[in-house]
């Protein structure tokens, strides 16, 4: 079975700090995809990122950056210099290709920045 | 021009009553999806139709019965309201079967509560 763990329920951090946003994932396939989703106040949920399994790359988006490593079944998120605008639910996903391609969603972490 | 559209945005009904939620995505794609995310923001799949053909229905109590006229449309009708089914409701779409696809695009969301 796929299952996703995000441990940290809740992260307040001050501005300009950086964080990390851990996440975990279970899965016994070998083609997999992972994903980051941002739900601000609003409610709406924006795609951040999708990285398939056979690309262990880390990829860094202006303040945005992802470290997936495999051998721990991880793939974090890192915030560097974080602002208040990042303040929002983030979710980190599992979905496996030619099944059912549902998305397994964490349980989020709430991450708020602090003025 | 919006991707993924919802409606309505919120709702508010009492206990025992019928409705509905309309889901419209303009991208093309193939394969839409209903998700719940619960007053603890778990974000959890209900349905998905793949071409107006079921291909995903998880645990939901069959008061729930989606409706996919054609592809561009997926309909969430909900029989006799409760009290638990007070939730946001989302809408996603995606064109299944593209290789290293999957990315799903979520509408704004409804708001339902249930008096």
């Known amino acids: 079975a796929q299952k996703v763990t995000q441990a940290q329920t809740e992260i307040s951090v001050v501005e300009k700090e950086d964080v990390t946003l851990d996440c975990v994932y279970e899965t016994r396939d070998t083609t997999y995809y992972l994903f980051w989703y941002k739900q601000p106040p609003s409610g709406e949920l924006v795609f951040l990122i999708r990285?398939?399994?056979?690309?262990?790359q880390n990829e860094i988006s202006g303040r945005y950056s992802w470290n997936f490593q495999k051998s721990t079944s991880s793939f974090n998120f890192t915030i560097t210099a974080s602002q208040v605008v990042d303040s929002a639910v983030y979710f980190c996903a599992l979905s496996v290709p030619n099944r059912d391609d549902k998305i397994i969603f964490g349980k989020g972490t709430r991450l708020h920045i602090l003025p | 021009d919006t991707a993924v559209s919802q409606t309505p945005k919120y709702l508010v009904t009492q206990m025992g009553n019928d409705k509905s939620i309309k889901c419209e995505q303009n991208?093309?794609?193939?394969?839409m999806y209903w998700y719940k995310q619960d007053s603890k923001k778990f974000l959890k799949i209900m349905f998905s139709?793949?071409?107006?053909?079921?291909?995903i229905n998880e645990t939901v109590p069959n008061r729930f019965s989606p409706k996919s006229p054609d592809k561009a449309h997926l309909n969430l009708h909900i029989n006799s309201l409760e009290l638990g089914d007070s939730a946001v409701y989302f809408c996603?779409?995606?064109?299944?079967?593209?290789?290293?696809?999957?990315?799903?695009?979520f509408g704004p969301g409804t708001r339902l509560t249930v008096l």
């Open positions: 996603a779409s995606s064109h299944l079967g593209l290789a290293g696809s999957n990315e799903q695009f």
């Open positions: 991208l093309g794609h193939d394969t």
């Open positions: 990285r398939n399994s056979f690309d262990e």
């Open positions: 139709y793949n071409n107006k053909e079921l291909i």
